[in-house]
């Protein structure tokens, strides 16, 4: 299997996951979802998919949980609409890249603040220029 294969294969598995979860999983601990990247094991049997869920820690966890509940029914309806031999093992995965970056966004706007706010070392002027 080349890479450029594996990686086609597994943008087109990223879309059609998430058409199935928009439109055919109907567990209502589904909250905001949506995939973030899809991993692809080198023979195509094993998928990890990443998923990015909007809410709160409790939020997040139910709908893992429901998502990990309803693979077999996602896979079914995967293996309906791409064409491979095998339809992958779907494992989901919490992905908190953008938390993260919210947090890291959040401390350098305090940092930054804090500079600004900080006196900037007395009344000190600049020495004049000398002829």
């Known amino acids: 299997m080349t890479r ?4 086609k294969v597994a943008e087109q598995i990223r879309d059609e996951l998430s058409d199935i979860l928009r439109y055919e999983v109907r567990d209502p601990r589904v909250g905001f979802v949506s995939i973030v990247d899809v991993e692809l094991s080198t023979d195509l049997r094993h998928a990890k998919v990443y ?3 909007f809410g709160s820690d409790t939020e997040q966890h139910l ?6 509940s309803a693979t077999g029914f996602i ?3 995967l293996g309906k609409r791409i064409r491979l031999r095998h339809v992958p093992e779907l494992v989901f995965v919490l992905d ?3 938390a993260h970056g919210q947090r890291i966004e959040t401390l350098l706007r305090q940092l930054h603040r804090d500079e600004e706010a900080a006196p ?3 009344d000190q002027q600049p020495p004049e ?3």
Not at 4 to 7: T, V
Not at 63 to 68: D, E, F, H, N, Y
Request: charged share 30%; no cysteine.
């Open 63 to 68: 709908t893992l949980t429901a998502l990990r």
């Open 96 to 98: 908190q890249s953008i």
């Open 4 to 7: 450029r294969r594996a990686l």
């Open 129 to 131: 220029p000398r002829d």
């Open 75 to 77: 896979r079914t309806e």
């Open 51 to 53: 998923v990015s869920v």
């Open 120 to 122: 900037s070392g007395g």
